[in-house]
């Protein structure tokens, strides 16, 4: 099992930053892919970014490629996600999740993670 605890979100104006921290137990996550998802009000969850923790190989999003990054601290066991020129549409409740390396699916696939963090809710005024 591995546990996961998002922390970070608030509401900030649009075109500031965050830093969102997915702190990870019960697991090391060398052997995991670690992912960012996020669900707006009335849409579906959607795949935002994820990392290989070992290869630190990432993917994004097309729609949120040269403003999001995700990062991992291997020493504190946690996973971020730096995001920069927030817009009003990033408004969303943010999550975080893990998954075995391996599968086969794309690691944009929901469906294809084990585990799941609370989420944080960021909201993006205009």
Avoid at 1 to 14: D, F, I, P, R, T
Avoid at 23 to 30: E, F, V
Avoid at 113 to 124: E, L, R
């Amino acid at each position: 099992q591995v546990q996961l605890e998002e922390s970070g979100g608030e509401l900030v104006q649009a075109g500031g930053s965050l830093r969102l921290s997915c702190a990870a137990s019960g697991r090391t996550l060398g052997n995991y892919v670690m992912g960012w998802f996020r669900q707006a009000p009335g849409k579906e969850r959607e795949f935002a970014a994820a990392i290989n923790w070992s290869s630190g190989i990432t993917y994004y999003a097309d729609s949120v490629k040269g403003r999001f990054t995700i990062s991992r601290d291997n020493a504190k066991n946690t996973v971020y996600l730096q995001i920069n020129s927030l817009k009003p549409e990033d408004t969303a409740v943010y999550y975080c999740a893990a998954r075995i390396v391996g599968k086969i699916a794309s690691p944009s696939l929901k469906g294809s993670y084990s585990f799941w963090g609370q989420g944080t809710q960021v909201t993006v005024s205009s």
